[in-house]
């Protein structure tokens, strides 16, 4: 396994749309799989999409519990007309967070890393990190996403003005 390189904002490939992942069970398909957990465990993320290693494929990782699952060709749908608000980061834009709002429960479906299909429901923070890394497939960064931009800022400031308020 290896630890990758990933791409930040600006660079084009976080800018088109992924192409859909033929054999998931492939070897270096699963190489990648295998090199893009261990990349998001190394950089203390909670997700990471193909696009983010500079791989235009329709696959990302995230943390699952306690593990790391794989979402081959994710279709998500939104579950009612609900948003919730969210802070979120990315290691595609290091340093620098914003409140982003997002549907609060969809439904997923796709391939996991051995090539079955899997669908399920989430909410929360999971259904948040889907939306995320899916956005990624289709070329959109979060920041595209944002109602207010003074709601997004670097993390140490954000951090700092929040403990300000509560003084």
Known sequence: MAILKIA?????????????????TGP???RLIADMAETMLDAAGIGLAAPQVHVPLRLFVY?????VATL??????PLGEELESGWEGCLSIPGLRGCVARPKRIRWRGLD???HPVSGEAEGLTAR???HETDHL??????MRMEDLALFGFTEELARAAGS???
């Open 72 to 77: 081959v060709n994710p279709e998500l749908e």
């Open 8 to 24: 930040r904002m600006g660079h084009p490939v976080l800018l088109r749309e992924a192409e859909p992942v033929d054999d998931p």
């Open 129 to 131: 990190v889907m939306q």
């Open 138 to 143: 289709d070329g959109v960064l979060y920041p």
């Open 113 to 115: 890393a051995e090539g």
């Open 63 to 67: 943390r699952d519990g306690a593990g």
């Open 28 to 30: 270096e398909i699963r």
């Open 165 to 167: 308020v509560t003084r």
